[in-house]
């Protein structure tokens, strides 16, 4: 639950005075923290004008009609604003959990830099990408830094570049977060168990590359979304070690480290001669040993 506070309020101090990122968290007790449709009660600073986020304001309506419990307030100094996030306490109805004995819809998911996802259901392949909107901010944040770069340091053009660039780079992360949520949601309500690799397991491999870093961040939030989300409706998450499962076995033949690199994007197994597309016969994988473990 987040809500945007106005500039031109009495603001309190914060503890780190130059870290980008400044928070401090009160707890709720006696009614401290309370909402109205335009106002937020907060310990010591009163009532403040509350500007919810359009996607918060069905929640607002819940803390009003008093089906959600406030715990805690985080106040955030973030690059556009101060903003105020509600932790709150929700009561959910968790489904049945998914019945392995019956039918089931299963899907395999292979996360990928170029492609987001590759999601497999045992017939189609479905692939799911960030918009180009993404890259056209990235392409800006990209063109920003530079013009950071050329800035003297300590100087004012330099802090006023310095907020354009950490605001752009709020702006992608909202963006990024976004897609995670509506392709979680459209998962969960699709599939009863959805099978992913393990990035625990990935994450030992040495990269010291930022977009790969950069995605892994990502990743990780869209398996959490995800895990909540399937959780939620009796669904079943499960990780597999995509080293064994994925990359260098043929789906068709089942053979393990036959696969001959054509070009970026295709392979061809060296004992069927089957041609793979890499992602799509990863996510095949991802899919098959996601049941097998089921079974045993
Ligand atoms: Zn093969």
């Known amino acids: ?6 500039s031109g309020v009495v603001f309190p101090k914060f503890k780190k005075k130059h870290s980008p990122k400044q928070t401090y968290t009160t707890k709720y007790t006696n009614g401290n923290i309370a909402v109205t449709p335009e106002a937020i009660k907060l310990p010591k600073l009163g009532l403040v004008a509350l500007f ?3 996607t918060n304001r069905k929640r607002l309506q819940s803390l009003l009609d008093g089906t959600l419990k406030i715990q805690t307030a985080t106040i955030t100094r973030t690059a556009t604003g101060y903003t105020v996030s509600l932790s709150v306490q929700e009561v959910v109805a968790i489904s049945q959990p998914v019945d392995l004995t019956a039918d089931y819809r299963c899907v395999g998911i292979d996360l990928g830099l170029k492609t987001f996802a590759v999601v497999y259901d045992g017939k189609d392949f479905a692939d799911y990408s960030h918009g180009a909107y993404i890259k056209q901010a990235e392409k ?11 800035c003297q340091k300590g100087s004012k053009n330099y802090d006023k570049q310095r907020t354009k660039v950490a605001k752009r780079h709020e702006h992608i992360a909202n963006q990024r977060k976004d897609f995670h949520h509506k392709l979680s949601t459209i998962i969960a309500n699709e599939n009863q168990v959805v099978v992913v690799e393990d990035l625990n397991i990935r994450g030992m491999v040495k990269n010291h590359k930022l977009a790969k870093a950069i995605s892994n961040a990502g990743w990780r939030q869209f398996i959490t979304f995800l895990a909540y989300k399937l959780d939620w409706r009796g669904g079943r ?3 597999v070690n995509r080293f064994f499962a994925s990359s260098r076995l043929c789906s068709a033949c089942g053979h393990q480290s036959v696969a001959l690199t054509l070009d970026e994007r295709h392979c061809a197994c060296s004992h069927c001669g089957t041609v793979h597309d890499r992602d799509h016969n990863a996510s095949v994988n991802i899919r098959n040993e996601g049941l097998r473990l089921l079974a045993v």
């Open 52 to 54: 919810p986020k359009k």
């Open 1 to 6: 639950m987040t809500a945007f506070l106005p």
């Open 237 to 239: 998450l499960v990780k």
């Open 140 to 150: 800006k944040l990209a063109k920003l830094q530079q013009q950071l770069a050329r």
